[in-house]
């Protein structure tokens, strides 16, 4: 009878425990996911942080970097480049264009629609906002003539008045230019396009908020200046 007792205070003492665990790791495992949710939520508000430079060097810098590549893919539809030039030419369309994609993510999520990717050439069919119900013209406006203004749109500032943009007979000019005199138009006219870049991205640093389109301004600084070395020094053998 004793023996048949305390068998049975040992089994209710182990079920006893047994809950407990399992009570422990349910609470445990709650525990765990609100943890990652409330941390998922708070990365997502911490991203969001930004303020009106950061939405100014947003909206500046897609056009800007637009232009950078349409340059590029003029003087990369040449012959008889240097290999140099070329090679530059086609590091700065890896660099940017994910850099665009960015920026517009960037702009999107803070409620201000994609940046227009309008350059000298008035191409926007890559950059209108969706939702705004417009249809775009599948090959870019006429150019404008030099001196007039740019249509009013997200991220617009007057196109070439922008820092370092090239004007309508900037644009004409590498069109039309071959084989050195091409790479050597495309090399003075990008050193100055980058500068801008950077007086761009300087504000960036200098007043924005949001730390990642902080870094990404500190690296187009770093990663311009460097290639505006480069191009001096290629254009100095040219």
Known sequence: MNKSLALGA????????????????????????????????SAENGAAEHNDADIAFAQGM?????QAIEMSDVLLAKQGIDP???DLAQQIKAAQGPEIEQLNAWLTAWGQGAAATTTTGMNMTE???MGTGMQMPEAPVVIPPAGTSEMDMPGMEGGE?????MSAEDMAALRDAQGV???????????????????????????????????????IITT????ITTMEQILSTL
């Open 161 to 165: 008045d922008m820092e370092g943009m």
């Open 181 to 219: 005199d091409a790479a050597k138009l495309f090399l003075t006219q990008m050193i100055e396009h980058h500068k801008g870049a950077i007086t761009l991205a300087q504000t960036e640093v200098e007043d924005g908020q949001n730390a990642q389109a902080k870094a990404m301004a500190q690296n």
């Open 84 to 86: 140099r030039v070329v």
């Open 224 to 227: 311009q200046q460097q290639e």
């Open 10 to 41: 040992a089994s209710a003492a182990l079920l006893l425990a047994l809950t407990a665990c399992g009570d422990s790791g349910t609470e445990e495992s709650a525990a765990t996911t609100n943890s990652a949710a409330t941390t998922s939520v």
């Open 127 to 129: 950059s209108m906002p």
């Open 62 to 66: 897609v056009p800007h970097h637009s």
